[in-house]
């Protein structure tokens, strides 16, 4: 699949990773719909670099339905999806409070987990009614995070919700095979996120420290090349790829 020819949804395309993507994905020359729940921001982006931005909720089925239905009407198709949508929280299993709060678990787990999956099984059904392009009808991109193999601390929520986004990868590969679409996941370590940002320069640095090489925090356009490359390999299928400088946390 050339980029050019793509068609992509981007989930939390507003900001972050999301953003990044939808600006490289467009500068390929492929069509692109922002999926997000911040449409100004969202809206915003997609003024500037000639997208499309709908307000969805991932987690709600009836919302990524309208989303997807938009998106088709705006792109004229749709054949990639890349899964950008997630969110963190820091809270150890047993803290000084008590016990881990459970309902913020279950968010994590719906956003990070349900929510991937929700936009995987309606974008999917979407993508099964294209026609054969060079063998294939369309391509989905995850986003886990190294933390699904080696979380730290306070982690337990968004370490399980990312493990299961890598875990699923192959299975889901297996029952999309017969439809001829693709799926792929990125794990990333460290990146210039918005939540990184908002951390002192010294914290940055830091956390620069840790990583084996390069010595320095990922940038969202190398995750945005990785993503690209997914929709594009149509041999790369299945796959979980880390993308971190190396860098395994303890």
Known sequence: MQIASVK???????????AATARAFR??????????????????????????CVG????????????????RAAMGGLNALVN?????????????DGP?????????????????FNCIRLAAADMAGNELVDGER????????IAAFDGQKGQAAYAASKAAVAGMTLPIARDLAQNGIRINTIAPGLFLTPMLLGLPEEAQVQLAADVTFP???????EY??????????????GETVRLDGALRMR
């Open 8 to 18: 992509a949804i981007v989930t939390g395309g507003a900001s972050g990773l999301g």
């Open 27 to 52: 500068e390929g020359g492929a069509e692109v719909t922002i999926f997000d729940r911040d449409t100004e921001r969202g809206g915003t982006l997609a003024a500037e670099i000639g997208a499309t």
């Open 56 to 71: 969805v909720d991932v987690t709600d089925e009836a919302s990524v339905a309208a989303g997807i239905a938009a998106a």
């Open 84 to 96: 950008c949508a997630g969110i963190a929280i820091g809270e150890k299993t047993l803290g000084r």
């Open 100 to 116: 881990h709060d459970l309902a913020r678990y279950r968010k994590v787990i719906d956003v990070n987990l349900v929510g991937t």
């Open 138 to 145: 369309g391509a989905i991109v995850n986003t886990a995070s």
């Open 215 to 221: 010595k320095r925090l990922g940038d969202p356009a």
């Open 224 to 237: 945005a090349r990785l993503a690209r490359f997914m929709v594009e390999c149509g041999y790369l299928n």
